[in-house]
């Protein structure tokens, strides 16, 4: 009796709709745009009744998901070129520029900043004992921080600080909770109210994080995804995401 | 990122397994010691405490340790007072982290062991005069070898395969915290499957290897890590 219970019950569970509503979009974000996306999320869902649920991680992990037939339906990547290798491959469609990032140098510690002539000092400093940065591998702000240290020569001195986060959302966590001294993290993270209780040096060698996305070839959703892909690019659209830094 | 070769992480993941199995033999006998033969107060609390890991997700034990240990926790301030220098993503806090993670798996097949024991034997040391110390060493060692063969394997084992803690407190520092584990996963995602695959297979073909060997452990004396 209790076995014909559970198994009855486990038929329930699993013939429960998955949602709602039918029209959904399931959106592979790069970590470094939750902020945004989270209110552009709800902007667009309350605008057209469409539901957007999301998965944030490294670039690189959603790209290796995508590859492996993850169900995506759009990807919101922080570079341009792993769009651009789906799209080469027939896994997508046209990828489409929605955002320009910047990458900061990050300190939990208000006074951080006023304590040094600029970032380059700052790192140098002896204050700073751990280091945070993305997965240069996987994470194209990190690899943004890369290229500022070498341009500046800082690089190969600085390896026994190195800590490296699989994502710029962990590498933030990191700076945050104080593990580290600071981080290299997304603009996005510092302007935001927990961003504003510390402070940020800006970084005029790294080159800007030009971010693209793509409406992926196996959706089932073509229409919800094209849908919210225009929304990105309302001037409703760029509203938020430049509240948050980004251009 | 110069890491060197792809099997710097797999000497890092073996040390650290090593390093770890030694401390916790150490720490898991005289923990054994104390719930099989003494008196140990709030007993359900303690016990509970040890297998805490087992139940806990790995990432849960990393948070804690990730505050506890940083530059503004309790233990990484004390850390940096005493050594001067930070504790966090350091091959040193991975031990500890491993330590408390697989501390269940030295205790239980130890506590099993010795409650194996023949309380006469030991009623028969101490009637000799041999004080606790001596005969925990010279009866109470020598009679639980295989519990003690079981926890090493099973804590080396168990550690080698360790992930969310690190990826919580190690920090992926090369040639210092980047596990085997943490480079498999990253060498996934950045879809560079052929040293995916060269470090799973040697991580595969080790566990197996060391399991056959607990097996046969099992197998030979007939009592082993579940008692």
Redesign the interface.
């Known amino acids: 009796m209790i076995r014909v219970g559970v198994v009855l019950g486990l038929i329930f569970i699993c013939a429960l709709p998955a949602g709602a509503s039918d029209e959904k979009v399931l959106a592979g974000v790069a970590a470094n745009f939750m902020m945004p996306f989270q209110e552009m999320a709800a902007a667009f869902e309350k605008e057209s009744g469409i539901h957007v649920e999301s998965v944030f991680t490294?670039t690189?992990?959603l790209?290796?998901q995508i590859?492996n037939g993850a169900p995506y339906d759009i990807f919101l990547a922080a570079d341009e070129e792993r769009p651009e290798l789906l799209f080469r491959d027939g896994l997508s469609g046209k990828p489409f520029v929605y955002a320009m990032g910047e990458v900061v140098l990050w300190s939990a510690d208000r006074d951080f900043c006023a304590r040094f002539a600029d970032w380059e000092e700052a790192v140098r400093s002896n204050e700073v004992?751990?280091l945070?940065i993305a997965?240069?591998?996987?994470a194209p702000y990190g690899a943004a921080a890369?290229s500022a240290l070498k341009a500046s020569g800082l690089f190969d001195s600085l390896q026994a600080k190195?800590?490296?986060?699989?994502d710029i959302g962990q590498t933030f966590q990191?700076a945050s909770?104080?593990?580290?001294?600071a981080g290299f993290c997304a603009l996005s993270s510092a302007v935001t109210d927990q961003g504003k209780e510390g402070c940020y040096y800006t970084i005029t060698q790294a080159p800007k994080v030009t971010q693209a996305a793509c409406v992926l070839t196996r959706t089932n959703n073509r229409e919800a995804a094209e849908k919210f892909a225009a929304f990105l690019l309302t001037p409703a659209g760029i509203r938020i995401k430049e509240k948050y830094g980004y251009r | 990122?110069d890491t060197g070769s792809i099997f710097v992480p797999l000497w890092i993941s073996f040390k650290l397994a090593a390093a770890t199995t030694v401390m916790l033999l150490a720490l898991g006998a005289f923990l054994a010691y104390l719930l099989a033969y003494r008196k140990v107060p709030a007993r359900p609390v303690v016990e509970s405490l040890i297998n805490l890991p087992i139940a806990l997700p790995p990432t849960v034990l990393g948070f804690y340790l990730?505050?506890l240990m940083?530059?503004?926790g309790a233990f990484g301030k004390a850390w940096e007072g005493l050594f001067n220098s930070?504790l966090?993503?350091t091959f040193t806090c991975i031990v500890i982290a491993s330590v408390f993670y697989s501390l269940p798996f030295a205790v239980q097949p130890l506590k099993a062991a010795f409650l194996k024991i023949d309380r006469r034997i030991l009623e028969n040391a101490y009637v000799l005069g041999l004080s606790p110390v001596k005969a925990f060493f010279r009866v109470i060692v020598p009679n639980s070898a295989v519990g003690f063969a079981a926890a090493a394997i099973l804590v080396f084992l168990h550690t080698m395969g360790e992930f969310g803690v690190i990826?919580m407190v190690g920090?992926?520092?090369?040639g210092e915290t980047?596990v085997a584990s943490i480079a498999i996963?990253?060498a996934?995602?950045?879809?560079r499957y052929r040293d995916a695959w060269v470090l799973s297979v040697v991580l595969a073909l080790v566990s197996f290897s060391f399991l056959l060997v607990v097996n046969a452990l099992n197998r030979g004396e007939g009592n082993g890590i579940n008692g």
Do not use: C, D, H, W
Not at chain 1, 135 to 138: D, K, L, R, V
């Open positions: 490294s690189g992990k790209y290796a590859r004992k751990r945070a997965n240069p591998e996987s890369v190195y800590v490296f986060p699989q990191y909770t104080g593990a580290v001294q | 990122m990730l505050i940083g530059p503004k930070t966090l993503f990826l920090g992926s520092v090369p980047r996963y990253e996934v995602e950045s879809l």
